[in-house]
């Protein structure tokens, strides 16, 4: 395998470990210290996986989990002496794909680090085929100010373009595609990470939470005790 796994941990003993069970299985590895040098790594010459401490010195693994969500989907597992319900929601809540607890199985985390790349590498072909099929539809779809430039995945809210990472794209463009009704968590949840997904409904409330910040006042609304609409614009 030619992926690339970044293995952000300040401890040498458990990134020796995890080096070694991940290149024998034929991964590259890079060991980080800490997420200011993850952050470098990520904007010069990002990794394919995420390895991530949540207890690093300076940046948190929760903080720069967060920054990374803000700009790509890409997969990320943490790793945490952490075993609180609460620290474990809130990892998925910030958008890691998975939560391993210390200590753990280093074939455990190899098992993991396949599953994440396997469906990553599904996402990516679902997103292409997407693509390649609304080059011969319409390019757009939209309600109020909300546009969405389909076969180039762009993004324009009030006559500004915002950069999106591709869930947000596929999240807008299911709502968008069908203002007003009301989708739940569960079907959004498996249409926009797929079937397979192994991780927390909650993951939907984060990509809305993004999406909110990125577009301010987009009427995208909470059906409480269920899911999301995007409510049309000058409805009556």
Not at 22 to 41: H, P
Not at 160 to 170: A, G
Not at 206 to 230: A, C, S
Request: include cysteine.
């Amino acid at each position: 395998m030619n992926a690339r796994i970044a293995i952000v941990e300040d401890d040498p003993h458990i990134q020796e470990i995890v080096e070694a069970y991940l290149q024998k299985e034929g991964y590259q590895t890079v060991r980080l210290q800490n997420a200011e040098e993850a952050w470098d790594m990520w904007r010069a010459n990002p990794p394919d996986v995420w390895v991530l401490d949540i207890m690093l010195p300076g940046m948190n693994g929760y903080e720069f989990c967060s920054r990374i969500r803000q700009e790509s989907d890409m997969p990320i597992i943490i790793i945490s002496a952490r075993d609180e319900e609460v620290d474990k929601v809130m990892g998925l809540e910030l958008g890691s794909d998975d939560y391993l607890t210390k200590p753990f199985s280093p074939r455990e985390l190899v098992a993991r680090v396949n599953r994440v790349l396997k469906r990553w590498e599904k996402f990516q072909q679902h997103t292409i085929h997407e693509e390649e099929g609304e080059q011969s539809g319409s390019d757009e779809v939209s309600s109020g100010d909300l546009t969405l430039h389909t076969s180039e995945r762009r993004v324009v809210w009030q006559h500004s373009e915002v950069d999106v990472t591709s869930k947000e794209f596929n999240l807008l463009e299911i709502l968008v595609s069908q203002a007003n009704r009301a989708f739940s968590r569960e079907e959004l949840l498996e249409k926009v990470w797929g079937e397979d997904y192994f991780g927390s409904d909650r993951a939907v409330d984060d990509l809305v939470k993004r999406l909110r910040k990125k577009l301010p006042d987009v009427p995208i609304e909470t059906v409480w005790g269920y899911g999301y609409r995007l409510r049309e614009h000058d409805e009556t």
